[in-house]
């Protein structure tokens, strides 16, 4: 299994409402990254996990919340996000050792906030 | 500031002609690099990677090839096919500094069109 799963495909949500993106992986790996891609730009990095523990934080606004409940399994937890935080949202995972590491990404979750 | 730059956003190539795409770096501390290919609604797909102590690496039709002193990479499709119509994004990492700290720092990406 070199598959990330990403749920929901696609979101749609008021500024108002609370929403999770959930992730999940079954190769073991122990680094997994939320990333966030807007239309004809490249993937950025949001949020890295290494063995369960937030490693990187990239100066995300905290309507954006991650959760690493085990090993296998990243959510990112949403609240009154804001029309510009429309975007591609990526889980990725690898194996964690850290040098030279290739990341599996996942389909990814198209947001759109109205 | 862009440390991974695609300066070609857009590529046209004839099927069975050879497709080169290339990427710039600023960073001299990268020393993995990657290229991931995107299809529309999809995530980036790993295609291949080089190591900054080679300066080729093949897989089948693809090639990467890495100038470190030109802090410059490319990547060659031959023959090129139409199902390798997609968007190419370089991408590098850098010296490791403990755990959770590993990256990928991603280029613009360039649209490749292999027309029939």
């Known amino acids: 299994d070199t598959e990330v799963t990403q749920t929901p495909k696609h979101l749609v949500m008021g500024m108002t409402n609370k929403k999770s993106l959930k992730c999940e992986q079954h190769?073991?790996?122990?680094?997994m990254y939320w990333y966030k891609q807007k239309a004809k730009k490249p993937p950025e990095l949001m949020f890295v996990y290494s063995y369960e523990k937030l490693s990187i934080n990239e100066s995300v606004p905290s309507r954006f919340s991650p959760e690493c409940p085990n090993s296998s399994l990243l959510n990112l937890h949403l609240h009154a996000l804001q029309p510009e935080d429309s975007a591609l949202y990526l889980c990725a995972s690898s194996q964690g050792r850290g040098v030279g590491e290739k990341l599996f990404f996942g389909s990814g979750t198209q947001l759109s906030v109205l | 500031d862009q440390q991974v730059k695609q300066n070609s956003p857009s590529l046209s190539v004839q099927e069975g002609r050879i497709s080169i795409l290339n990427c710039d770096y600023t960073?001299?501390?990268?020393?993995?690099f990657l290229w991931y290919k995107k299809y529309p609604a999809e995530g980036p797909t790993f295609l291949i990677s080089i190591s900054s102590i080679k300066d080729k690496n093949e897989d089948g039709r693809f090639t990467v090839f890495l100038n470190k002193s030109a802090k410059h990479l490319s990547l060659h499709i031959v023959p090129s096919q139409p199902g390798d119509s997609a968007v190419y994004f370089c991408a590098a990492s850098g010296a490791y500094s403990g755990a959770g700290s590993y990256q990928l720092t991603f280029g613009k990406g360039t649209k490749l069109s292999v027309i029939p």
């Open positions: 960073n001299s501390m990268f020393d993995y």
């Open positions: 190769m073991g790996h122990r680094a």
